[in-house]
């Protein structure tokens, strides 16, 4: 199924440009019966977007040989609880909060406060020494090969 993967993204990528998205992540099960297809976009996806994408590729899927006749097809964003797959999804959430768990086993949250395809700079909040004093933040940089993954925290 690399074939068909690749075949995927080959026919998305101009389709994902024309409607200003970017390809996140293709999962298609060994047997063909199932893919799913994550997209993104910098300025939030709707649903309508999802609906063009995947009415292009079953086009495509269509007239595939190697696809079952009764596949089912996925086209959705990443979800909240996804980690962060492609270097786009980091640089999209500059500036919002995210969890980021090391492969030592310890878990940060803060905001992604940079990023440069290697590294990534977190900006934690400590909590205020004192009762009614302003929280400290403490900046701290973390390689990408030391970190087990990243994914979009939600605070309420």
């Known amino acids: 199924m690399e074939n068909l993967t690749a075949r995927i993204e080959q026919w998305l990528a101009p389709k994902l440009e024309e409607l200003d998205c970017f390809l996140v992540d293709i999962k298609v099960k060994p047997s063909g019966s199932k893919i799913e297809v994550y997209i993104d976009r910098d300025k939030g996806l709707q649903i309508e977007t999802c609906e ?4 292009f590729l079953e086009f495509h899927l269509d007239n595939e040989a190697d696809v079952p006749s ?4 996925e086209v ?4 909240m609880d996804n980690p962060f797959r492609v270097e786009r999804q980091y640089r999209k959430n500059i500036g919002k909060t995210v ?8 878990k940060y949250e803060g905001v992604l406060d940079a990023y440069d395809g290697e590294q990534l700079t ?30 979009k925290k939600i605070s309420f």
């Open 122 to 151: 977190l900006g934690i909040h400590l909590p205020p020494k004192k009762k009614g004093q302003q929280p400290e933040v403490r900046s701290e940089m973390f390689l990408l090969k030391d970190i087990k993954y990243t994914k």
């Open 70 to 73: 009764n596949y089912n097809l």
């Open 76 to 79: 959705s964003s990443p979800g």
């Open 52 to 55: 063009q994408v995947s009415r």
């Open 99 to 106: 969890e980021v768990l090391l492969h030592s086993g310890v």
